[in-house]
């Protein structure tokens, strides 16, 4: 990383190995992983994948997966 000093000057800084943080990518990720769990869960009782509680637990796994995704960005 680059940064301008106040002297007009180019000053190199090192960046630390753990500053950098997870960003959208992996709270995005995290709901696609829970809303395709939660996609496939009615089929454990023998429901359609395309019913309404495949939508339901669809949506639910994928605001559980925003959950985990942003506790996982804060750690």
Partial sequence: MVALSLGGRLKAE???ADSARM???VIGICALVG???GGFVP???G???LSLAALVF???GGVAGVWVGAR???A
């Fill in 58 to 60: 669809s949506a639910a």
């Fill in 35 to 37: 809303m395709t769990i």
């Fill in 43 to 45: 089929e454990l009782w």
């Fill in 14 to 16: 090192a960046a630390g």
């Fill in 72 to 74: 996982l960005s804060e």
């Fill in 47 to 49: 429901a359609s994948g």
């Fill in 23 to 25: 960003g959208r990518s």
